[in-house]
């Protein structure tokens, strides 16, 4: 499967004899998780068993999901005969007459009298496997949802990995300038000194002493070893199918770190070349692990 990304888009829509129905699934980016469900009111039992099956499905991300009901059935019409036999006498004292006809209907049309009911979430609970339905297609959002997700962590893993590769490359590159720098840094050094050194008042031994504490402040050969590392663990975490942004964001900061050293032990121009160049990678790599699941 591989890793997910955090974003996407999914919708689902059913009908049965009792109305039609539509679920929408969004989501994007998030530190952790968080579900939200818009439902219509009284489906408690739906509400619960959707957000279940969305934090199973998903670590991180904020995922909303909405539903969307339309009941199909005729209205049920009911006349309030208590108001209407108020206002009727009222009527036949007022106009001497009994309230026929066009009075009638004026009198009907009055708010109150007239009620039509429209059929409510109460009516879809007593529905046998109305619910169930909801749940199901529900859950088939989800689902969808995760897939979607699933093609933008496809996209994710190619980038991250051709980053890796890159990575992997100016970390070579730096550990063959490394290995010349001890020498370049011996010859300037011994240059410098020679320069200022014009009566040979340091000696050999001296001389040997401070080349060989400079080599000392200027060998990066530990951070080399950990970037190796890093990057190989980067790979490993970004062929894996478990929820592995945290830790692509927290191994970006690592390999940032042993780059920033590498830059500041650095006596060479290929060198801190190699180190700001592998600095960009990194930041263009701590980016998309942003939108790692």
Avoid at 116 to 127: D, P
Wanted: with cysteine.
């Amino acid at each position: 499967m591989g890793i997910s990304g955090m974003t996407g888009f999914a919708r689902e829509s059913g009908e049965a004899e009792w109305g039609s129905w539509a679920w929408e699934a969004r989501s994007v980016n998030g530190r952790g998780l968080d579900v939200r469900v818009n439902l219509p009111s009284g489906l408690d039992a739906v509400d619960q068993a959707v957000r279940k099956a969305a934090s199973e499905g998903f670590a991180r991300g904020s995922v909303k999901l909405g539903l969307r009901i339309e009941l199909s059935g005729a209205e049920s019409v009911s006349v309030n005969q208590s108001v209407l036999s108020t206002l009727m006498s009222a009527y036949e004292q007022a106009a001497g007459a009994l309230a026929t006809g066009p009075a009638l209907a004026t009198l009907m049309g009055i708010k109150g009298v007239v009620e039509a009911e429209t059929l409510s979430m109460r009516y879809l609970v007593e529905v046998e496997g109305a619910l169930d339905a909801l749940i199901a297609a529900g859950k088939q959002v989800i689902s969808a949802l995760r897939a979607n997700r699933g093609q933008e962590g496809d996209e994710l893993q190619t980038v991250l990995s051709g980053q890796l590769d890159g990575m992997a490359k100016h970390t070579a590159d730096a550990q063959n300038f490394a290995a010349a720098q001890k020498t370049a840094l011996a010859d300037k050094y011994r240059a410098r000194i020679a320069e200022f050194d014009t009566d040979g008042a340091v000696t050999e031994e001296r001389l040997a002493t401070e080349i060989a504490v400079l080599a000392a402040k200027a060998d990066v050969t530990e951070e080399l070893d950990r970037l190796s590392a890093h990057i190989s663990r980067g790979q490993s975490l970004v062929e894996s199918d478990d929820a592995v942004g945290r830790d692509l964001g927290f191994l970006a900061q690592e390999l940032n770190r042993e780059a920033n050293t590498l830059c500041s032990k650095s006596a060479s121009l290929d060198l801190t070349n190699a180190g700001l160049a592998l600095k960009s990678l990194i930041d263009q790599f701590k980016e998309q692990a942003a939108n790692v699941e």
